[in-house]
Structure formats: C-alpha cells, structure tokens
C-alpha cells in the first residue's frame, strides 16, 4: 500500500469511528438562531453568540419546542456544554414543559453554579433532590453536563464524573417548592436565573433510549 493510499485508509477509519461515536445522537440547536427554542418572560435574555445561546438579562427560561420526538422526552441522554462567567447561576431543565413565566413546575433543574454566591447547590446537583456541594467546575471554562434519565433514575455526570444520581421512590410526592418535580416525560429547558448571571450553553445533544 502505497503512503497516499495509508493515507486515504487512516481518514476513511477516522471518518467511520466518527460517525460510530455520533450514532443515535441529534443536535437541538442548530448553533445559528434560536429555531426550535421559545424564551418565556422576558425573551431578549437569550440570544446566540459564536455557536452558543447566552443567557443573560432579566430571569426567564428558554424551551426547546422543536419537532424532534414532538419536544417530548423520558428515557434519553442529553449533554450539553456550557460556560459560567463568574458569580453566575443557571441550569438545564429535562422532563419539564413551557409555561409563560416563573420556574417550570414540572420537570428536574440541573443546577449550574459554580461560585453564585448566594446558593449553596453547586454545577451537577438535581436540584432541591440531590444536591451538590463541591466544585466541579470553572468558570470561564467549557464543561459538559451529562443527563441521563432512564426508568425512575437520573444520573448527573459533568466532564464524565459522576456527581447526582437519584431514583424517585414510589411514594414520591415531588419537592417542598415543586410538587411537580417528578419522573415523566417533557421537553428541555435553560435557565437564566438573573440579570447579574452570564451563562453560555452550546452543543446540545440528546440520545433517545428504548
């Protein structure tokens, strides 16, 4: 074989494992506008930047309503980068739906904080369900949150580590403040928690599960 040849070989291999690695996965944004994705109070919070939606401004939650699985998800993985600047609070809501205003009272947050100084539950934590304190993250740095929601368990993972994972007991009537914070099937939410918080969300991706 000649060194072209190798060549043409190594990328053809290269190209396969790629495409392997990408099988059962489907982007949610499409990295240009916010297609797919509807803001509640307070729409101009949000707005895309160099491939990610910035969530910055007054508090308000932005929906993916696309047609992908008609916005309804219950057993999937979702991985999503993101990006904190300082003192900034986020998250990323699974099995939740849209509502015009307020915190979604459906659904589990994925929190995102990684030195908001005001809330303890740190990047990683199922919010208010299993919660986090330690540091996992950067600020100014990409990091990866890792939703896994199969049966009545969800597993957090962030750049592969393992921070929550909980399973609804049968009994489960929800939380203090979120009676509707139960396992079922929804859509993907992002949060931008207040006008002092700048957090960047980018490559978000979800892989059904039979």
């Given amino acids: ?10 990328l053809l291999l290269a190209a396969t494992s790629l495409a392997a690695a990408d099988a059962g996965w489907t982007s949610l944004f499409n990295g240009k506008d916010l297609t797919g994705w509807k803001p509640n109070e307070n729409p101009a919070t949000f707005s895309v930047q160099d491939g990610a939606i910035v969530a910055h401004g007054p508090h308000s939650h932005c ?4 047609s992908f699985h008609n916005h309804t998800f219950k057993d999937f993985e979702l991985k999503v980068d993101i990006m904190t600047k300082p003192n900034s609070n986020g ?5 939740t739906e849209y509502q015009d205003k307020g915190f979604p009272d459906k659904g ?24 986090n304190a330690k540091e996992v993250a950067k600020d100014d740095q990409w990091f990866t949150e890792d939703i ?3 049966g009545d368990t969800i597993t957090v993972k ?26 079922g099937a929804g859509t993907i939410a992002l949060q931008a928690h207040d006008p002092g918080s700048i957090v960047y969300y980018k490559n978000i991706r979800i892989k059904l599960l039979p």
């Avoid at 929906?63 to 696309?66: C, D, I, N, R």
């Avoid at 990684?114 to 919010?127: C, F, I, Q």
């Avoid at 962030?158 to 009537?173: E, H, I, R, Y």
């Fill in 1 to 10: 074989m000649t060194g072209d040849m190798k060549r043409i070989a190594c």
């Fill in 63 to 66: 929906f993916y309503v696309g």
């Fill in 91 to 95: 998250g990323v809501y699974i099995q």
């Fill in 108 to 131: 589990f947050e994925v929190q995102v904080n990684n030195t908001y100084n005001t809330d303890p539950r740190r990047t990683g934590s199922l919010y208010e369900v299993a919660d």
């Fill in 148 to 150: 896994l929601a199969k």
């Fill in 158 to 183: 962030v750049d592969g580590k393992l921070v929550a994972q909980w399973t609804q007991p049968a009994d489960w009537k929800g939380t203090k403040d979120f009676a509707g914070r139960r396992i």
